[in-house]
């Protein structure tokens, strides 16, 4: 039979992925990729081939191949990467229903025994995590991760937003400041950001619509399911936007990121058992509810939270565990939200602030709110900030920042989504720590 695929000059056919088998029944193919899984017996040997794409089993009979290629397929060990090629044929017997028919085989690499098993304990697969990723679940994931990066990325670029690329490594504190890790910068007191608000700020009085999409870094204890000490980070910041108008931007942002994975990514979905007609219904508007009105339901529900706690994770269950759809809290108490947040006017004892929390108890996805832009008001705000919670802002760290309220300064709001929760959330993950390839946690800082 003609094969139409490519012959390279040296008359080796170009590989092909698992994936575009099903249109080549009956024809000669070249595969490369890892060996998921061998058995055989004297004359047969079956190999499970894996690539990005998938797996199929591939049988290596004795009689079929050369002597090398038999030789290698007996030498070949669990995880060796290799390439062979052979002839699709249907089979309803296999799991995938084709079954290559092997011509030649070759080992690229043989792999040492593998350190993974089946039934491993949860912190072996964290300790062998640079070679658990090749596990399905775990490819799954990761494609299902970029996608999320790729849809939110599409969303905003559609919308004429720049990206921008604040730095890393800061003196001033973006949040409270309290949680950052310190570094010794040539001798200076430095530390990891927390939040790049504060550059995307000084970055929009040029740009405009901006966002900076890089890792906020958190040393606060919390071993939680929900807490990363680095987390990927979308911060955008929008001229002229009041509290709504943000709401609005971000209700659509999540629904194109769900809506998106739904539609594109099913097959990913299902592999990860998760319902794409869940993702489906995510679409605006969400339900908003008052900071007020939320201690009232949770009072309802038998806490005893009161006027100027924050949500644990408790709160947050008990407020989405019955939702299909993320919700927003919005006018915080000021005496718990950041000091960039401008008092309400109609409610001096609230901030202009919305957090959005995911549904069925995943937990706060998006902290945003207006930004003060008066000068006078940022500092009364700062000062109250240090009087009520026994902070000091090293104010010489701010100055960059408090400029940008002395030379033309607009209005604007921002928000921050941190992506690893939302990835949580719409794959339906126990733990944050497998949204992220090398989770960086209090406990956790190897591979
Ligand atoms: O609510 P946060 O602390 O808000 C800020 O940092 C603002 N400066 C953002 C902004 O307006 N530009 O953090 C924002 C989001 C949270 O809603 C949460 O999704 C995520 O960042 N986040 C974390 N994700 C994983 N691990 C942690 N330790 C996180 N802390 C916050
Ligand atoms: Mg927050």
Redesign the pocket.
């Known amino acids: 039979m003609i094969s139409l695929q490519i012959r390279k000059r040296d008359g080796q056919l170009e590989p092909l992925h698992i994936n575009e088998l099903p249109k080549k029944i009956g024809k000669e193919v070249r595969l490369r990729g890892w060996v998921h899984r061998k058995r055989g017996s004297g004359s047969i040997i079956f190999v499970v081939l894996r690539d990005v794409t998938g797996t199929i089993q591939a049988a290596i009979k004795k009689d079929g191949v050369d002597e090398k290629s038999w030789k290698a397929a007996s030498d070949t060990t669990v995880e060796s990467s290799v390439m062979l090629s052979g002839t699709v044929k249907e089979d309803k017997r296999a799991p995938t229903g084709y079954e290559i028919e092997a011509r030649s085989f070759e080992n690229v690499h043989i792999s040492e025994p593998f350190p993974i098993t089946e039934y491993q304990s949860t912190e072996l697969l964290l300790d062998k995590r640079h070679l658990w990723l090749r596990s399905i679940k775990m490819i799954n994931t990761m494609k299902a991760r970029s996608f999320v990066f790729r849809y939110a990325r599409e969303f905003l670029d559609k919308r004429g937003f720049y990206e921008v690329t604040p730095p890393i490594i800061t003196k001033a504190g ?2 409270t400041g309290a949680d950052m890790f310190e570094i010794d910068f040539f001798g200076q007191k430095a530390y990891l950001t ?2 790049s ?1 504060l550059y995307a700020e000084a970055l929009e009085f040029a740009l405009e619509k901006t966002y900076s999409f890089v890792p ?1 870094f ?1 040393a ?1 204890n919390s071993r939680t399911v ?3 000490a680095e ?1 990927w ?1 979308l ?1 955008p910041e929008i001229p002229y936007c009041t509290n709504e108008q943000a709401m609005k931007l971000e209700e659509r942002l999540v629904s194109h990121i769900a809506l998106r994975l739904a539609e594109r990514n099913a097959d990913i979905l299902r592999a990860l058992s998760v319902d794409p007609q869940s993702l489906l219904k995510v679409r605006p508007p969400f339900e908003r509810i008052s900071y007020e009105k939320a201690i009232g339901i949770l009072n309802d529900k038998g806490s005893d939270l009161k006027w100027g706690d924050d949500f644990g994770v408790e709160e947050e269950r008990m407020l989405t565990e019955d939702k299909e759809k993320p919700i927003f809290v919005h006018s915080w108490p000021r005496e718990i939200k950041p000091f960039y947040m401008p008092i309400n006017p109609k409610d001096e004892r609230t901030v202009l602030s919305a ?1 959005m929390l995911a549904p069925r108890g995943h937990g ?6 207006v930004r003060e832009w008066r000068l006078k008001e940022l500092l009364e705000r700062m000062k109250e900030v240090e009087e009520k919670r026994g902070i000091k802002f090293n104010m010489k760290n701010y100055e960059w920042w408090i400029d940008l309220r002395r030379y033309g300064s607009i209005p604007h709001a ?5 992506v ?2 939302v990835i949580k959330w719409m794959l339906n993950l126990d733990h ?1 720590r497998d949204a992220i390839p090398f989770p960086r946690m209090s406990n956790r800082l190897e591979p």
């Open positions: 973006g949040e927390e939040s608000q906020s958190r606060e929900k807490h990363l987390y980070h911060e957090d706060e996805i998006i902290g945003s709110g921002g928000f921050g989504m941190g690893e929760r944050i």
